[in-house]
C-alpha cells in the first residue's frame, strides 16, 4: 500500500464519510493525503458492517497486516480499537473470515492516531482480495490506514479437497484445524488449511503444536486405515489456472512402531475440468524399517499438464499422517478445452492406462538421516482376453430380463397406492352432519379413525369430539359451470355485512388434546411414527455445565423452553452437520426442558420428540444438536438463530422507498422477503417428501440468521408473545385457526396441503410485513364461520387482500394454495421453484442486513 505497488483502483469500500478527503485511496499507511485516511460513513458497532476492500490481482500470501488511524496533520481524532479480516480466494467466491489458531476473529487494532501496529496472521492468509473491517464494542468514529506484507503464492493453489482427518486414542484430534472451507459428513472442500501452511510437523506426533497452543498431534493431519488395504486415501487439488507441474512434495510421519508409515503406493492423475482425469502416474515407497524420522516425500510429475490433481494414497500400515504438500509449478498462458469422457469399450480402456502408467522411484530426504535411493522393477500389465460374443448376448438378455420386471413392479406399487389412497378416504371419514343452521365438527383427537398411529405423531384426517358451529343459510346453488367468485380485489370485504347475523360459535368439545408437545411447542405429524422411533438415532450427549441461560421462551404443561448459550458446542456436532472455520464455538440455542415432576407418558412423549426431530436434516430446518439425558431435568437442545424469530425481525422493517431512505428507516427490499419466503418453501418441500405434516407453519415459527437464513422451528406456540394468534378451546386446545386450513378447522384434517394453506398465509405475513394478524378485523368465531363458507362452496368465503407492492403473480400463488379442493393446491416443490424462478439474480450479501435487537417474550 505504501508503496503504491497496489494501484488506486484497486482499493475500494463499503461506505465513505466524503469520497474526496477521506475515500478509500487515501487509506494508505504512513501516508498524509487529503483527508489523512479512510472514513467510513457510518458509526462503528459490534454489529455494523463497513469494510475496506483491496484487489491484490493474484493469490498471494499474507503473513503480517498493519493499521494505522487518522492523524491528519495532528487535527486527527479517529483510530480503530480491533477490526476483523474477511478475505476471497477466487473470482466471485465466498468471502471468509479470518480465525486464528486460537480460534479468535478479532484483531486489536490502535491506541492513538499516529502510532502504526502490526499484527500477525497465523495460519497465513492465501487469497486475491482482503477486507478490513472495523469493529468495536462501543459506537464510535472509525478512520483506518492499512498495509499488508507477504508474498505471491507460488502454489497457485486454491483449494484441497479430502476426508476429514480422524482421531487417534483419547488424546490425539488428527483434524486439519484451520480449514477454511466447507465441512460436511465428515468431508472437507473448497478450502485450506494445516496442509499448506508452511508449518512442518515434529517426528514425534505426540508432541504439543508449535504454536503454543497445548494441543497434542496440531501440526498433523491423519487418517486411520478403516477398511481393507486397497482404499486409498483421495485428496483433489485445485489451482488458479492451468499449469505445468514438475514435481510435488510430501511431508510425512514414518514412526512405524507406533503404525504410521509413509503410503505406500501413489496414484497421480490430472485434469483440465476436474471431471475426467487422465495421464496417471503410478509412485511405489519402499518403506523404511529402520529411521522413524519425518521426511518430505518427492514425486516426479513429469510436466503434466492441468488444473486439478488427483492424488490417491494408499495405506502401507494403520495410519497415513502428512503434514505438509507443496506443488513446483509454472502457470501456461492460453484456451484449454475439458477432456471429453473415456471410452466406453474395455479394450482401448486398458490401453490407455498401460500406456499412461509409469512407475517411479522415490528420492527422499530425512530429517536428521542420509538420503536414500531405491529401485524397483517394472510391472508388466496384460490386457485380458477379448469377451466372448456368446457372453455378450447373455448379459444384455439379463439386463433385458431386469428391466421389464422392474417396470412389472413398480406398476403393481402405483396401483396398490392408488387403490389404498382410494380406500382410506373412503371409510376414515365420519360424515360431517349438516343441520338448518350448524355443522357438527370433529376437533378432539389428531389421528384418523382408521390408523394405528401413535397418539402425538400422526396425521390427523378426522377428529372425535364435536364442534358446533353455527352458518348461515344455505345459498341457492349457482348455474354449473359460473365460477365461484370470493371477495374480488377492486374493493374490500364487508366483514359486518356478512357477520351481522352469524349465530356465536358453540363448542362442545370433552376431550380435545392441543398440538402441543409437552414443553409447548407443537409437534409435527408424522405418518407411521411407530416406524420411524423404531430407527436407531444416536444424539449427542451434551455436558449441561457448558449451557447458559438467558431467559425463558415459553413454556408448556411438562416443560419450558429456554433460550441458551452453548459452550464449545461445534465439538458435540456430528458430521452430518456443516461447520467451517468460521463456525462459532458458541452459539444460541434453544433448550427444551422436562419438568421432573412429568408423568411417564410425558417423558416417553418427550423421547419420541427427540427420535423424530432428531431424523430432520435440512439447511432450513431446526435441527436437534444434542440432548442432556443422564440426570434431571431431561434437555433436548436445537438450533436457534442470531436475529429471533421472522415476525419479530420483519416488524422492525419497512418496505423499500424515498420516505424510509430519509429517515432512515430499516428497510427490507421486495427481493429480500421473497428469497426468505423461497427458504421456507424449501425447508417445506423437505417435510412434504417425508411426509410430515408441520401443522403452525407461521412467521413466529421461522427464525432468521446471517444472510438472512431461514429455518423452520416449532415453539412459536410456546412463547406468551403469540398468545393471541391461538385460539383455545375450553383453555386445552390450541390452534392457530388464522392459520389453518378450512378441512383442519372443521374436519381435523392435517396433510401437506394444509401446510399449503398456512404457508400462504406465512408469505402474507412476509409481505405485509407482520404489521397485522391474518383476517384481523374477523373475531375468532367469525374465522370459524369463513372456514364453515368454504366447507358449503356457496361463494361467501373471504380472502386475505393482496398486500401492497405484491406482484399479481405471487398473489394468484397464494389464492391457489387457498383452493377449496386439496388436490388443486401446489405442491411445496412447485411452490419452491415458482419463488425461485421469481427471485433469480438475488444475492442477500448485496443487501445490508440491519442487526436489530429481537424482544425474546
Known amino acids: 500500500m505504501q508503496t503504491m505497488e497496489i494501484p488506486d483502483s484497486a482499493i475500494v469500500a463499503s461506505s465513505s464519510y466524503d469520497e474526496d478527503t477521506v475515500g478509500p485511496i487515501n487509506a494508505r499507511i504512513r501516508t498524509e493525503k487529503n483527508g489523512g485516511a479512510w472514513c467510513p460513513k457510518n458509526i462503528i458497532t459490534k454489529d455494523t458492517y463497513e469494510y475496506l476492500q483491496i484487489n491484490l490481482g493474484e493469490l498471494y500470501v499474507i503473513t503480517d497486516v498493519e493499521t494505522q488511524g487518522r492523524f491528519g496533520n495532528g487535527k486527527g481524532q479517529e483510530y480503530a480499537e480491533a477490526y476483523v479480516l474477511e478475505y476471497q480466494r477466487e473470482d466471485n467466491g465466498q468471502w471468509l473470515r479470518f480465525r486464528d489458531r486460537?480460534?479468535?476473529?478479532?484483531?486489536?487494532?490502535?491506541?492513538?492516531?499516529?502510532?502504526?501496529?502490526?499484527?500477525?496472521?497465523?495460519?497465513?492468509?492465501?487469497?486475491?482480495?482482503?477486507?478490513?473491517?472495523?469493529?468495536?464494542?462501543?459506537?464510535?468514529?472509525?478512520?483506518?490506514?492499512?498495509?499488508?506484507?507477504?508474498?505471491?503464492?507460488?502454489?497457485?493453489?486454491?483449494?484441497?479437497?479430502?476426508?476429514?482427518?480422524?482421531?487417534?486414542?483419547?488424546?490425539?484430534?488428527?483434524?486439519?484445524?484451520?480449514?477454511?472451507?466447507?465441512?460436511?459428513?465428515?468431508?472437507?472442500?473448497?478450502?485450506?488449511?494445516?496442509?499448506?501452511?508452511?508449518l512442518q510437523g515434529n517426528s514425534n506426533f505426540r508432541m504439543t503444536d508449535s504454536k503454543g497452543l497445548g494441543v497434542k498431534g496440531y501440526d498433523w493431519v491423519g487418517w486411520r486405515n478403516n477398511s481393507d488395504m486397497f482404499k486409498p486415501i483421495e485428496i483433489i487439488f485445485k489451482f488458479d489456472g492451468v499449469r505445468n507441474f514438475s514435481e510435488v512434495f510430501l511431508y510425512c510421519n514414518n514412526a512405524y512402531k507406533k503404525y504410521v508409515r509413509v503410503f505406500r503406493t501413489a496414484l497421480i492423475s490430472f485434469s483440465n475440468g476436474g471431471k475426467y482425469y487422465r495421464d496417471e502416474i503410478k509412485f511405489y515407497y519402499v518403506k523404511d524399517t529402520i529411521v522413524e524420522y519425518a521426511r518430505d516425500i518427492s514425486i516426479d510429475l513429469k510436466h503434466n499438464i492441468g488444473r486439478y490433481i488427483k492424488m490417491q494414497l494408499f495405506f502401507e500400515a494403520r495410519w497415513i499422517m502428512i503434514s505438509e504438500v507443496r506443488f513446483e509449478s509454472t502457470k501456461l498462458e492460453g484456451n484449454f478445452s475439458d477432456e471429453l469422457p473415456p471410452s466406453t469399450t474395455h479394450s482401448q480402456a486398458v490401453e490407455?492406462?498401460?500406456?499412461?502408467?509409469?512407475?517411479?522411484?522415490?528420492?527422499?530426504?530425512?530429517?536428521?538421516?542420509?538420503?536414500?535411493?531405491?529401485?524397483?522393477?517394472?510391472?508388466?500389465?496384460?490386457?485380458?482376453?477379448?469377451?466372448?460374443?456368446?457372453?455378450?448376448?447373455?448379459?444384455?438378455?439379463?439386463?433385458?430380463?431386469?428391466?421389464?420386471?422392474?417396470?412389472?413392479?413398480?406398476?403393481?406399487?402405483?396401483?396398490?397406492?392408488?387403490?389404498?389412497?382410494?380406500?382410506?378416504?373412503?371409510?376414515?371419514?365420519?360424515?360431517?352432519?349438516?343441520?338448518?343452521?350448524?355443522?357438527?365438527?370433529?376437533?378432539?383427537d389428531l389421528r384418523g379413525g382408521c390408523t394405528n398411529d401413535s397418539r402425538d405423531y400422526a396425521v390427523p384426517d378426522v377428529t372425535k369430539s364435536s364442534l358446533t358451529v353455527s352458518l348461515p343459510p344455505r345459498p341457492p346453488r349457482p348455474p354449473k359451470g359460473t365460477p365461484i367468485m370470493g371477495n374480488t380485489l377492486d374493493k374490500p370485504p364487508n366483514y359486518e355485512a356478512l357477520y351481522a347475523a352469524a349465530d356465536i360459535v358453540n363448542v362442545h368439545v370433552p376431550n380435545i388434546p392441543s398440538l402441543q408437545g409437552v414443553s409447548g411447542n407443537n409437534i409435527y405429524a408424522v405418518p407411521n411414527a411407530d416406524l420411524l422411533l423404531s430407527i436407531d438415532y444416536s444424539v449427542a450427549e451434551f455436558p449441561r455445565d457448558n449451557l447458559k441461560f438467558i431467559e425463558v421462551l415459553g413454556e408448556g404443561q411438562f416443560g419450558e423452553v429456554h433460550l441458551c448459550e452453548a459452550a464449545r458446542i461445534t465439538d458435540f456436532l456430528g458430521e452430518e452437520f456443516v461447520v467451517t472455520r468460521t463456525t462459532p464455538r458458541s452459539m444460541l440455542v434453544a433448550v427444551k426442558m422436562l419438568r421432573p415432576s412429568a408423568d411417564d407418558r410425558a417423558r416417553a412423549d418427550f423421547h419420541k420428540e427427540i427420535k423424530i426431530m432428531s431424523q430432520l436434516k435440512d439447511p432450513n430446518i431446526v435441527r436437534v444438536l444434542g440432548v442432556c439425558t443422564q440426570e434431571e431435568p431431561l434437555c433436548m437442545i436445537v438450533e436457534y438463530m442470531k436475529y429471533g424469530d421472522l415476525n419479530q425481525f420483519i416488524l422492525e422493517h419497512v418496505p423499500e422507498s424515498p420516505v424510509a431512505a430519509a429517515t432512515n428507516a430499516k428497510t427490507m427490499s421486495y427481493g429480500c422477503l421473497i428469497f426468505m419466503a423461497s427458504q421456507i418453501a424449501s425447508g417445506m418441500k423437505y417435510l412434504e417428501s417425508l411426509n410430515m405434516v408441520h401443522r403452525d407453519l407461521a412467521t413466529r415459527n421461522c427464525l432468521v440468521g446471517h444472510n438472512y437464513c431461514i429455518k423452520i422451528s416449532d415453539f412459536g406456540m410456546s412463547r406468551s408473545l403469540y398468545s393471541a394468534d391461538y385460539y383455545r378451546i375450553e383453555g386445552r386446545a390450541v390452534l392457530p385457526i388464522r392459520w389453518m386450513a378450512w378441512e383442519s378447522i372443521l374436519l381435523g384434517k392435517f396433510t401437506t396441503k394444509s401446510d399449503v394453506w398456512s404457508f400462504a398465509v406465512t408469505l402474507w405475513e412476509i409481505l405485509t410485513f407482520a404489521k397485522e394478524q391474518p383476517y384481523e378485523a374477523l373475531t375468532d368465531e367469525q374465522v370459524i364461520e369463513n372456514a364453515g363458507h368454504y366447507y358449503r362452496n356457496d361463494g361467501r368465503q373471504v380472502y386475505l387482500p393482496q398486500p401492497p407492492n405484491c406482484p399479481k403473480e405471487i398473489y394468484d400463488l397464494m389464492r391457489e394454495c387457498w383452493n377449496r379442493q386439496e388436490s388443486e393446491r401446489p405442491s411445496f416443490r412447485e411452490i419452491h421453484m415458482f419463488l425461485q424462478r421469481k427471485n433469480m439474480g438475488y444475492n442477500p450479501k448485496d443487501e445490508k442486513m440491519n442487526q436489530i435487537k429481537v424482544p425474546i417474550c
Open 102 to 198: 486460537a480460534g479468535e476473529e478479532v484483531f486489536r487494532g490502535n491506541q492513538n492516531t499516529y502510532r502504526a501496529e502490526l499484527r500477525g496472521v497465523s495460519p497465513p492468509i492465501i487469497a486475491k482480495r482482503i477486507r478490513f473491517i472495523p469493529y468495536s464494542e462501543h459506537p464510535r468514529t472509525v478512520c483506518m490506514r492499512v498495509e499488508m506484507y507477504g508474498c505471491q503464492w507460488a502454489d497457485a493453489l486454491l483449494s484441497y479437497s479430502m476426508p476429514q482427518g480422524h482421531q487417534r486414542g483419547t488424546e490425539l484430534e488428527l483434524y486439519d484445524y484451520t480449514y477454511d472451507g466447507m465441512r460436511k459428513d465428515g468431508y472437507l472442500s473448497g478450502g485450506v488449511g494445516q496442509l499448506t501452511d508452511g
Open 352 to 444: 490407455t492406462t498401460t500406456r499412461s502408467i509409469d512407475i517411479l522411484f522415490p528420492t527422499e530426504s530425512t530429517r536428521g538421516g542420509n538420503d536414500h535411493e531405491h529401485s524397483r522393477n517394472d510391472r508388466q500389465h496384460k490386457p485380458p482376453k477379448a469377451m466372448d460374443d456368446s457372453y455378450v448376448g447373455i448379459i444384455i438378455g439379463a439386463l433385458a430380463a431386469l428391466i421389464i420386471i422392474l417396470f412389472i413392479v413398480a406398476v403393481i406399487i402405483v396401483v396398490r397406492h392408488r387403490r389404498s389412497k382410494h380406500n382410506n378416504n373412503q371409510p376414515c371419514q365420519k360424515p360431517v352432519v349438516l343441520g338448518d343452521r350448524h355443522v357438527t365438527i370433529n376437533l378432539s
